[in-house]
């Protein structure tokens, strides 16, 4: 489940100023594998082009959006001009330099909003296979014609692949073996030497090659809540693990946090069981989810 699917749940011609305003109020939804905010547009094709290509590289479909704040997360807006601009970009600039041509093409809406600006939302979809390049030079007689840059997105941000990773990129999606965690969570753990009694989540690395855990918690669909669990909390340092971490094949990442702390969130949120549930683990290569559980008051 990507980043929209939490926040709107709905498709991508379809999200309104109400929709994108819930980001303002969510603190989870900072910059991550799924997304990147851009305050403006400063038409800078070549940086335009950059920021698809490392999404097209990923394993997620990916959104660039215009009009919005990172740091504080804020909407702004931009101004129709801007949206005139990327769109002309899009359609008839951006296709230039990369190779082989982006299969499906990037989708983008423009979000009206009450300010007279508009939000401008692209949504990058992944190669399934093989990645894409930037042909440093559009001329077929010049040198840097057959010269390409690769791009991916690592940690929320823009990463120059070199050739070790591009190997490894490439060998990956030609055959077919994409990363998978196996995620679960337990509403109703028991650990020996405590009183409480804890929600569990668990991730396994069912796949081939390395998993790095940045950050785990539990989701709340209904409320578009994620409440992560704090690796350093003194009184679990010995049960949860230190992030980031890395999974190799069959390694697996579990991390409690105790119903006591869950409950003052929900004491705080106003909010009242039973709860719907899943466990969240954030990775470099996406964001990975549990099934959904109840959770009930523990009496």
């Known amino acids: 489940m990507g980043v929209f699917n939490i926040l709107f749940n709905k498709e991508l011609k379809a999200i309104t100023e109400e929709d994108i305003l819930k980001i303002e109020k969510d603190p989870v939804n900072f910059e991550s594998f799924e997304v990147e905010y851009k305050e403006r547009f400063d038409g800078d094709a070549g940086e335009l082009r950059r920021d698809v290509v490392q999404f097209a590289n990923g394993n997620v479909v990916g959104h660039i959006i215009f009009g919005i704040s990172n740091d504080p997360i804020q909407v702004i807006g931009i101004e129709k001009s801007e949206v005139d601009i990327l769109k002309n970009i899009l359609n008839d600039v951006l296709p230039k330099k990369i190779d082989p041509i982006l299969s499906p093409f990037p989708q983008y809406q423009a979000v009206p909003l009450s300010n ?35 791009y991916n997105r690592m940690d929320g941000s823009k990463h120059q692949i070199n050739i070790e990773e591009l190997v490894e990129l490439i060998e990956s999606k030609s055959r077919g ?37 940045k950050a785990y918690g539990i989701l709340l669909p209904e409320k578009e809540q994620v409440i992560f669990i704090n690796p350093t909390h003194p009184k679990l340092m010995m049960i949860n693990k230190r992030l980031p971490l890395k999974l190799e094949d069959g390694d697996s990442c579990e991390a409690f946090l105790e119903r006591s702390e869950f409950e003052v969130v929900l004491k705080e949120k106003e ?9 969240v683990f954030n990775t470099n290569d996406g964001t990975y989810y549990s099934d959904e559980i109840i959770l009930d008051e523990i009496k």
């Not at 949504?123 to 840059?149: A, Q």
């Not at 028991?190 to 569990?200: N, R, T």
């Not at 909010?271 to 466990?279: G, R, T």
């Open 116 to 150: 007279g600006k508009y939000v401008f939302i692209i949504e990058i979809f992944p190669k399934s296979y093989g990645v894409y390049g930037i042909r440093l030079h559009e001329d077929l007689t010049n040198r840097n014609y057959k010269r390409y840059e690769f």
């Open 177 to 213: 073996k994409e990363k998978y965690l196996e995620v679960s969570i337990h509403g109703g753990a028991i650990i020996g030497g405590f009183d409480d009694i804890f929600i569990a989540v668990k991730a396994v690395n069912k796949s081939e090659r390395p998993i790095v855990i």
């Open 271 to 279: 909010w009242i069981y039973p709860l719907k549930a899943k466990a």
